[in-house]
């Protein structure tokens, strides 16, 4: 069964610095990866979506890598500021029919 | 504007009761999710739905009962058999079917709490 792993599962980065998250997932027979954002007591805002075939994915300040290989993908968030404390989480496509896996988050405070 | 509308924000079961999650989309998805959420943990699949009339359990569906009789809804039924049901509930949906654009987008969640 596919298991998905984001550590670390707290981080808190002072304004400014870059974020590095990153989430493992243990079967490389993926057809997508996807994060999320999740603010306090809020259903999930989606970031970018990476397909099997990508390698990396960018939106504005965001910049998602993905390793099919090594069961990885890193989300990198540019010069961060306080509106993006959250929780973050990963989840793996790893079904044809479209089932997700999902991580159990990051959750980033940036102090300022 | 397009998405999923999930409601009650808010809703209180007592101990033996029956109770149902609504939840609506109108961006024309084929499939449909309903995952519950508790503290520390990452989302847990109950019930998906891949096409009308067609639903399959997911890893918790025990105590839970769904319907897709319209390909916009998807309710969520919490049976008196759930023992514990206090949690945060969020249903998603996407495109479905076996393509790669498979990107799922997710309502903004029901509260239950048993009282």
């Known amino acids: 069964k596919q298991e998905v792993t984001q550590i670390p599962a707290a981080l808190s980065v002072p304004e400014g610095e870059n974020l590095v998250l990153n989430c493992s997932f243990t079967d490389s027979a993926i057809y997508n990866l996807q994060w999320f954002r999740q603010d306090p007591g809020k259903g999930l805002t989606s970031l970018l979506l990476?397909?099997?075939?990508?390698r990396e994915q960018t939106s504005g300040r965001l910049n998602a890598s993905l390793d099919k290989s090594s069961g990885r993908s890193t989300l990198y968030i540019a010069a961060s500021q306080p509106g993006d404390s959250a929780t973050y989480l990963c989840a793996v496509r790893a079904d044809s029919w479209g089932k997700f896996q999902f991580g159990a988050g990051t959750q980033v405070v940036v102090t300022p | 504007d397009g998405g999923i509308t999930q409601s009650p924000k808010y809703l209180f079961r007592k101990e033996g009761q029956n109770v149902t999650l609504s939840c609506e989309q109108n961006?024309?998805?084929?499939?449909m999710y309903w995952y519950r959420q508790d503290p520390g943990q990452g989302l847990r699949l109950i019930y998906y739905s891949q096409i009308v009339n067609d639903f399959q359990k997911g890893d918790i569906a025990e105590g839970y009962s769904v319907s897709r009789e319209k390909k916009e809804s998807f309710p969520l039924t919490v049976t008196s058999a759930q023992k514990n049901p206090t949690a945060f509930y969020l249903c998603?949906?996407?495109?479905?079917?076996?393509?790669?654009?498979?990107?799922?987008?997710f309502g903004q969640g029901t509260r239950l709490t048993v009282v």
């Open positions: 998603a949906s996407s495109m479905g079917g076996r393509g790669m654009n498979t990107e799922a987008f």
């Open positions: 961006l024309n998805h084929d499939a």
């Open positions: 990476i397909q099997s075939s990508q």
